[in-house]
């Protein structure tokens, strides 16, 4: 059962009024592959198990749903929910090694131990290239956040969760998640499209709230998201990694149609007025 919401007493002023304010509730879980401890994570209670997967998926543990046989929560340790990810039989030879990867692979993300080049060359050999076909219409990007905060129902209450949205071609919202932290959001989403089986469509937008980190680009390419728009800014090796995988990655997307495009292989097309992709020209700064 998903509990995004707590209450604690405020005072709130001017007039030091007592009340009560909701708050994003923020608790570990731990993540564990066949019984072993992968990571302990802090996130938003609520769809766990789809947490658990796409951590493994977007970490690299698993590249497709038929080499997970289960994902269960089996109680608690002293420090909170416990979520086990069971690999198949097939799976859990030729994964034990990339376990150990990911999990030392996190240990030093975390630490900031690797630089950008070394962390996107990392990258490119977990991920694939996109070669996508399909394109959207420039003033696609601009529909999208409304519908977004619309749906944000923890985030209405507590005005403290991130959320990750994926959008189809046609601008209909399919998938949101949320949750405290950002990373945790887009991993929801992306266990749920590994359990669900929508790993193969690809054409559509993935759309998160706040920054976009390299780890977000990280984690849109291992889903096979190539479409990543942001309402915040990119970092810089995020807008390195983008265009090295061939990704399309937007920022600063404002309801009013306004975005800057830091890398897009032509996924962006022709305006309303007629006008190229801007993709193709140099960013319209939308800060």
Known sequence: MQHTAGERPVRRQPGDLSTVDALAVEEPLEIRVDGERL???????????QLAAGFCWTEGVVDHPDQIESVRTCGTARFGNVVDVTL???????????VREA?????????CGLCGTTSIERLKKQSQMFDSNWQLPAEFPGRLPEQMRREQEAFARTGGLHAAAWFDS????????????????????????????????QCGVLLVSGRVSFE???KAARARLPFLAAL?????????AAQELGMTLVGFLKSDGRYNIYADPGR??????????????PPVDAR
């Open 39 to 49: 990571v302990v994570t802090m996130r938003t209670p609520g769809h766990d198990e």
């Open 88 to 98: 198949s039989e097939d799976a859990r030879d030729s994964r034990a090694a990339r």
């Open 103 to 111: 999990r030392r692979d996190w240990v030093i993300s975390s630490s």
């Open 170 to 201: 046609t601008g209909e919202l399919k998938l949101l998640y949320e949750d405290v932290g950002r990373h945790n959001a887009l991993d929801k989403l992306a266990g749920s499209r590994l359990l669900s089986g929508q790993i193969e469509e």
């Open 216 to 218: 977000l680009v990280q």
């Open 232 to 240: 915040g800014a990119p970092t810089s090796i995020a807008v390195d």
């Open 268 to 281: 962006i097309g022709i305006d309303a007025a007629g006008r190229p992709g801007l993709g193709r020209s």
